[in-house]
């Protein structure tokens, strides 16, 4: 829950960084999922072909009696590529993995991209149920008739998010190859989807997790809400 009209200013800053930065523009993509208010406004301002847009959430319904809440069809048509589901802070306010496979479909659906958030609690990580918990997010949630090509994972350790702890790059690695050898099992296919890793990820610690192969990107939270931060990660990535 960040920004308004005036927030433009950091998606130009940042498109006016990718422009210069030839690399970028060929090998990386980089998908801003904003507030609802914000999506087609920011559409219609950047007209931007290196930076595509997302919303964070939509309603487990295609429409109805649900005042305030919005639907993936709603926010196909006001422009969005791209949806966040799943995420810890929507699971906290009582998304299951029953009503999140509901809004994957609708999503799908409406041939929105879908990056799918799984992650466990500190006290899950602590009783050493990391890979059970995983195991069963992704299971309840996703099918094997569904379009892998438009889903992609983000494994985001919820005890990590903005507090500055982050796992162990053996212990991110071995998450990491249990998630795909997961999806290989549900989709029957050898190639799995991207994977992106999400938890207090900035630009100090960037370095540290371009060393791990397994990671696909990054779901960036609060460093995105600032141009300098959200380039700063970008930078020291390929330094």
Same mark, same amino acid.
């Given at each position: 829950?960040?920004?308004?009209?005036?927030?433009?200013?950091?998606?130009?800053?940042?498109?006016?960084?990718?422009?210069?930065?030839?690399?970028?523009?060929?090998?990386?993509?980089?998908?801003?999922?904003?507030?609802?208010?914000?999506?087609?406004?920011?559409?219609?301002?950047?007209?931007?072909?290196?930076?595509?847009?997302?919303?964070?959430?939509?309603?487990?319904?295609?429409?109805?009696?649900?005042?305030?809440?919005?639907?993936?069809?709603?926010?196909?048509?006001?422009?969005?590529?791209?949806?966040?589901?799943?995420? !810890?802070?929507?699971?906290?306010?009582?998304?299951? =993995?029953?009503? %999140? #496979? &509901?809004?994957? @479909?609708?999503?799908? +659906? /409406?041939?929105?991209?879908?990056?799918?958030?799984?992650?466990?609690?500190?006290?899950?990580?602590?009783?050493?149920?990391?890979?059970?918990?995983?195991?069963?997010?992704?299971?309840?949630?996703?099918?094997?008739?569904?379009?892998?090509?438009?889903?992609?994972?983000?494994?985001?350790?919820?005890? !990590?998010?903005?507090?500055?702890?982050?796992?162990? =790059?053996?212990? %991110? #690695? &071995?998450?990491? @190859?249990?998630?795909? +050898? /997961?999806?290989?099992?549900?989709?029957?296919?050898?190639?799995?989807?991207?994977?992106?890793?999400?938890?207090?990820?900035?630009?100090?610690?960037?370095?540290?997790?371009?060393?791990?192969?397994?990671?696909?990107?990054?779901?960036?939270?609060?460093?995105?809400?600032?141009?300098?931060?959200?380039?700063?990660?970008?930078?020291?990535?390929?330094?």
């Amino acid at each position: 829950m960040f920004g308004d009209f005036s927030s433009i200013k950091i998606i130009q800053k940042l498109y006016r960084f990718i422009y210069n930065s030839k690399n970028l523009q060929t090998k990386n993509k980089i998908v801003l999922c904003v507030p609802y208010t914000l999506i087609h406004f920011f559409i219609k301002k950047s007209k931007s072909k290196f930076i595509s847009f997302g919303a964070q959430n939509c309603h487990h319904q295609t429409h109805g009696a649900f005042t305030g809440s919005v639907s993936a069809s709603m926010l196909k048509k006001a422009g969005a590529k791209y949806i966040i589901l799943g995420h !810890s802070e929507n699971r906290s306010e009582g998304d299951t =993995n029953e009503r %999140i #496979k &509901k809004k994957i @479909i609708n999503a799908l +659906n /409406e041939k929105l991209n879908i990056i799918f958030c799984i992650g466990e609690t500190f006290k899950q990580n602590k009783d050493k149920k990391t890979f059970s918990i995983l195991k069963k997010q992704l299971n309840e949630s996703l099918d094997k008739k569904y379009d892998i090509n438009r889903i992609i994972i983000a494994y985001e350790p919820i005890w !990590s998010i903005g507090t500055g702890s982050i796992p162990k =790059n053996y212990e %991110i #690695k &071995k998450i990491f @190859i249990f998630i795909k +050898n /997961e999806i290989r099992k549900i989709f029957k296919i050898k190639k799995p989807p991207k994977i992106l890793y999400g938890g207090s990820v900035n630009s100090t610690n960037i370095g540290m997790f371009s060393s791990i192969s397994e990671i696909d990107g990054f779901l960036i939270g609060g460093a995105s809400q600032s141009s300098k931060k959200f380039i700063d990660i970008i930078k020291n990535y390929y330094k």
